[in-house]
């Protein structure tokens, strides 16, 4: 459609703005190559028949109980920032892989936050993964023309939002997988299911639309946000089933299926969050990881796997409230473990028995790799699975933002004030 809209959204007193925004921008894609022809006297007189549209407003109003407009500041940058967290999910989700590359996935990064001291940036591209031990990123994006890269964020929250209360609390992880398109390397995809996989990357975007609100609400926590960027190409330097790679963690891994690579590249920084980062007692990754997902979980709710039950209670309550809905997996890597079994390595990278809780191995391989001085210490961690809800009716969703908002406690998201 065209011109302006204006919507009036009636809440119940306790119901938070932020998921409501959040679930109002989806509808509004942002990522377009559509062009328009003119009127054909218009291409004669030299026009080249493209037409620029004007920059479509959106007017959203917030009425209380008592038909009342809201005007509670906290409540409103709430869900301004929610509403944009979202919409650059689904503008990335949207954008086609020859444009976005590895490479200009880190510049949006770069983007987003050079003008923001609370945030910095670091970024291991191309051949330093592989000199500093990033086996499964670099192996995984080494066959494409743009490098592969692990970018590292931090955000340390400005002091004068700081209280004694939040001042002590632990920092958060986050994690995104952030394959720019998914060929499924040597082992192919079929040319039907290999459209759509430039939303490979949808658990990097939903990461860092989350990540950006939080960073711009200020919320009173240091988080931190990796993201790993590759495209799983084909071409002759593509890893090869029967490869034998060395991750992060230092763990062998056979490849028999370069299809899946999602729990690669997740495995590398999972392991140097949980050997590095001595602040964090919570990793949380997401990924649009298996197609086992929808049917564990279905299409609209996440799958989750984690090595706290409190955890897994405080991950579908920020589902609830955030709109993101998620389900607990199974949790069980002594059972299930045994499905990577390798003669030659300390593990392959894909299940024997495709039948056998197949979402949840994903999970427990990408655990597998978590530093054994983290889990003495009592670290947390949380793998999002969201492959279904990540996208519907061939465009992203934003899926991610609301859940990393909810997790973080961003100011204003989850309650009202």
């Known amino acids: ?12 007193d306790e119901y938070p703005l932020g998921p409501i925004a959040g679930a109002i921008s989806r509808a509004f ?38 038909g009342r407009v809201v005007k ?22 949207d954008t086609h892989p020859e444009e976005l590359t590895s490479t200009a996935f880190a510049q949006e990064c770069h983007d987003l936050f050079d003008e923001d001291d609370t945030v910095t940036i670091e970024e291991i591209v191309g051949e330093e993964l592989k000199e500093k031990g990033y086996g499964g990123i670099y192996n995984v994006g080494k066959g494409a023309t743009e490098p592969p890269r692990l970018v590292i964020m931090t955000y340390d929250p400005p002091k004068d939002v700081l209280t004694e209360e939040n001042e002590e609390q632990s920092a958060i992880t986050l994690v995104g997988k952030g394959i720019v398109y998914d060929t499924g390397g040597l082992a192919i995809k079929s040319r039907v299911g290999m459209c759509g996989m430039k939303h490979d ?3 990097a ?12 609400l200020r919320t009173p926590r240091k988080i931190r946000l990796m993201l790993c960027l590759a495209e799983n190409a084909i071409g002759p330097e593509s890893v090869r089933n029967d490869d034998i790679i060395t991750q992060y963690s230092g763990k062998t891994v056979e490849i028999n299926n370069s299809d899946a690579e999602g729990r690669l590249v997740l495995s590398d920084a999972v392991a140097h969050a949980t050997q590095h980062f001595d602040d964090s007692d919570l990793v949380v990754d997401m990924a649009t990881l298996t197609g086992a997902q929808l049917v564990s979980t279905g299409k609209t709710h996440a799958a989750i796997l984690t090595n706290k039950e409190e955890l897994e ?15 607990p997996l199974l949790y069980a890597p002594e059972l299930l473990n045994k499905e990577f079994n390798s003669k030659v390595a300390d593990m ?13 191995c994903a999970g427990h391989f990408i655990e597998s790799h978590i530093d054994s001085k983290y889990i003495e210490r009592d670290g947390g961690w949380l793998h999002v699975d969201m492959a279904g809800p990540g996208s519907k009716a061939e465009r992203g969703t934003g ?18 004030s």
Do not use: W
Request: glycine share 12%.
């Open 399 to 416: 899926y991610g933002v609301g859940l990393v908002l909810s997790l973080v406690g961003a100011p204003g998201f989850s309650s009202r």
């Open 348 to 360: 392959k990278n894909s299940v024997k028995d495709r039948s056998n809780a197949q979402c949840s």
């Open 313 to 327: 209670h405080t991950a579908v309550k920020a589902g609830l409230v955030s709109g993101d809905l998620c389900y």
């Open 1 to 12: 459609g065209k011109g302006p809209v204006r919507i009036l959204v009636c809440v119940e």
């Open 205 to 216: 975007a939903g990461v860092l639309g989350g990540f950006a609100a939080a960073v711009r």
């Open 72 to 93: 509670n500041e906290v409540e409103i940058n709430a869900a301004r920032e929610a509403s944009e967290g979202v919409r650059l999910a689904c503008r990335l989700v």
């Open 201 to 203: 990357m949808g658990g």
């Open 29 to 66: 894609p942002v990522f377009n190559r559509k062009t328009k022809s003119k009127k054909a006297d218009a291409v004669e007189d030299g026009d080249n028949g493209e037409e620029e549209e004007e920059e479509r407003m959106i007017h959203v109003t917030f009425l209380d109980s008592k």
